[in-house]
């Protein structure tokens, strides 16, 4: 079943549901009848000297967060690790091997999980050396790597440096030891101040902190605590999500044992707009420029490549089990079983679960939806790429979030104001086609 998101005040409580956005068309609209579709656009050399991303997908946890919603293991043993590693070399060969790649290098490199840092360094040696063989970093200008603060000495920390990583974000979501028990986090917060120590004196280009606003058990008071800790560690970038609760939860299975609607403990989104705010304000006065909903940064030069350049339409191949891909406009993903994602990938077989082409214009609109994330978008340059003029195009939707208080229409583009930033999420859906306008309903 699905329902129109078109009231504000449904959405004020947190109730079961993925409220960030993160693709469109809907993942929903993506199918295994479609999957050709993946291998023709692998198998044409570019058209344009796109830029070309990898990311890798390291799916091993200490313990699995009562809200994450990824394809995660806890319970895989070393050799099911190395298979996993070995797999995930395999795929990225087999890829190597496609015209799309068309002599292209990889811009940027994201290791995202489950955990990367999870892995051992002797591990991460050997995967990175192996991709390095099949596709040269050498004019790679990002290199994201994201650990659990738990996960890692220095000695591993410098390995990771000596890797070529030039991001590294840690997980740290909060502060209090019984905030992070009780939400399922692994690490404590001991272990929080000497991660980050270790990483900074090896000298990493660009340390981010996360933090989720609105976990079980947060209060206003821990909340800027939690903000006040991370400015005085002054990292080169800060990310702040607002706690969502999707459907394969764990906190969403407790919901429906008790039949609960609204997620125990997990603050309203109208107070997590508010911590957010005040998060962003002691940010602004510590120096640092609010750069898109969820990302403050210490120099306006800092850039994020993996997000900048997806949001811009790179293409980006999804190396791992459940791993999403986007190659020459055609969105695919990968098997989403463990043992069938191995044992496809070691038998020559990519692992292409689902896909979809999406059309010139749900590609304009992709562009469009997530660059609102960044507060603005540059009228010019959908003008350039894809000969349309968002102002008019999009007249309707933007008349009404203005009205609403929530943003402006310049010249330049639409602007939104910091309110309208802080719920960006849930005003995107205006912009939809129509029979896109849903939300998936258990």
Same mark, same amino acid.
């Given at each position: 079943?699905?329902?129109?998101?078109?009231?504000?005040?449904? +959405?004020?409580? *947190? @109730?079961?549901?993925?409220?960030?956005?993160? !693709?469109?068309?809907?993942?929903?609209?993506?199918?295994?009848?479609?999957?050709?579709?993946?291998? =023709?656009?692998?198998?044409?050399?570019?058209?344009?000297?796109?830029?070309?991303?990898?990311?890798?997908?390291?799916?091993?946890?200490? $313990?699995?967060?009562?809200?994450?919603?990824? $394809?995660?293991? =806890?319970?895989?043993?070393?050799? &099911?690790? /190395?298979?996993?590693?070995?797999?995930?070399?395999?795929? +990225?060969?087999?890829?190597?091997?496609?015209?799309?790649?068309?002599?292209?290098?990889?811009?940027?490199?994201?290791?995202?999980?489950?955990?990367?840092?999870?892995?051992?360094?002797?591990?991460?040696?050997?995967?990175?050396?192996?991709?390095? &063989?099949?596709?040269?970093?050498?004019?790679?200008?990002?290199?994201?790597?994201?650990?659990?603060?738990?996960?890692? *000495?220095?000695?591993?920390?410098?390995?990771?440096?000596?890797?070529?990583?030039?991001?590294?974000?840690?997980?740290?979501?909060?502060?209090?030891?019984?905030?992070?028990? =009780? !939400?399922?986090?692994?690490?404590?917060?001991?272990?929080?101040?000497?991660?980050?120590? !270790?990483?900074?004196?090896?000298?990493?280009?660009?340390? !981010?902190?996360?933090?989720?606003?609105?976990?079980? #058990?947060?209060?206003?008071?821990?909340?800027?605590?939690?903000?006040?800790?991370?400015?005085?560690?002054?990292?080169?970038?800060?990310?702040?999500?607002?706690?969502?609760?999707?459907?394969?939860?764990?906190?969403?299975?407790?919901?429906?044992?008790? #039949?609960?609607?609204?997620?125990?403990?997990?603050?309203?989104?109208?107070? $997590?707009? @508010?911590?957010?705010?005040?998060?962003?304000? &002691?940010?602004?006065?510590?120096?640092?420029?609010?750069?898109?909903?969820?990302?403050?940064?210490?120099?306006?030069?800092?850039?994020?490549?993996?997000?900048?350049?997806?949001?811009?339409?790179?293409?980006?191949?999804?190396?791992?089990?459940?791993?999403?891909?986007?190659?020459?406009?055609?969105?695919? @993903?990968?098997?989403?079983?463990?043992?069938?994602?191995?044992?496809?990938?070691?038998?020559?077989?990519?692992?292409?679960?689902?896909?979809?082409?999406?059309?010139?214009?749900?590609?304009?609109?992709?562009?469009?939806?997530?660059?609102?994330?960044?507060?603005?978008? /540059?009228?010019?340059?959908? @003008?350039?790429?894809?000969?349309?003029?968002?102002?008019?195009?999009?007249?309707?939707?933007?008349?009404?979030?203005?009205?609403?208080?929530?943003?402006?229409? =310049?010249?330049?583009?639409?602007?939104?104001?910091?309110?309208?930033?802080?719920?960006?999420?849930?005003?995107?859906? /205006?912009?939809?086609?129509? /029979?896109?306008?849903?939300?998936?309903?258990?």
């Amino acid at each position: 079943m699905a329902t129109v998101i078109d009231n504000p005040e449904l +959405l004020e409580e *947190t @109730q079961a549901g993925n409220y960030f956005v993160s !693709n469109y068309p809907p993942y929903s609209l993506w199918s295994e009848d479609r999957t050709a579709e993946a291998y =023709t656009a692998l198998n044409r050399p570019p058209t344009r000297q796109s830029p070309l991303g990898i990311y890798i997908h390291i799916p091993f946890c200490r $313990k699995r967060c009562h809200f994450c919603y990824f $394809k995660v293991y =806890t319970d895989k043993n070393a050799s &099911e690790v /190395e298979g996993y590693l070995d797999a995930a070399v395999e795929e +990225l060969r087999l890829y190597a091997a496609k015209p799309f790649i068309g002599g292209r290098k990889p811009t940027f490199i994201y290791f995202g999980g489950g955990t990367p840092s999870y892995i051992s360094s002797r591990q991460l040696s050997s995967l990175v050396n192996r991709m390095k &063989e099949i596709l040269p970093w050498d004019e790679a200008q990002e290199v994201a790597f994201e650990c659990e603060p738990g996960t890692i *000495t220095k000695e591993k920390l410098a390995v990771i440096k000596d890797l070529g990583v030039t991001r590294l974000s840690l997980g740290i979501e909060n502060f209090d030891d019984n905030i992070l028990k =009780t !939400n399922g986090r692994a690490h404590a917060s001991k272990e929080i101040g000497l991660a980050y120590e !270790n990483a900074r004196s090896l000298g990493f280009s660009q340390i !981010n902190i996360d933090l989720i606003a609105g976990m079980v #058990g947060e209060t206003s008071e821990n909340w800027k605590d939690c903000v006040a800790r991370t400015i005085a560690m002054a990292p080169e970038s800060v990310t702040i999500y607002q706690m969502e609760v999707p459907y394969n939860t764990t906190i969403f299975k407790e919901m429906k044992v008790f #039949g609960q609607t609204t997620a125990p403990g997990v603050a309203s989104w109208k107070t $997590k707009r @508010q911590w957010v705010a005040e998060a962003f304000a &002691e940010l602004e006065k510590a120096g640092y420029t609010v750069a898109s909903a969820y990302t403050a940064v210490k120099d306006a030069k800092t850039r994020f490549l993996y997000r900048d350049l997806l949001w811009q339409g790179a293409d980006m191949v999804g190396l791992g089990v459940a791993s999403f891909s986007h190659v020459q406009g055609t969105h695919f @993903q990968n098997d989403h079983d463990f043992d069938s994602y191995r044992n496809k990938v070691m038998s020559g077989e990519l692992p292409i679960y689902r896909a979809l082409t999406p059309t010139d214009e749900e590609r304009m609109i992709r562009e469009f939806v997530l660059q609102m994330k960044l507060g603005h978008v /540059e009228r010019a340059y959908f @003008q350039t790429k894809f000969g349309v003029d968002v102002n008019a195009r999009f007249k309707a939707p933007l008349e009404k979030i203005t009205a609403e208080g929530l943003l402006m229409v =310049t010249d330049a583009g639409p602007r939104l104001n910091r309110d309208g930033l802080l719920q960006v999420d849930r005003l995107l859906h /205006e912009f939809f086609k129509p /029979e896109h306008r849903v939300a998936r309903k258990v």
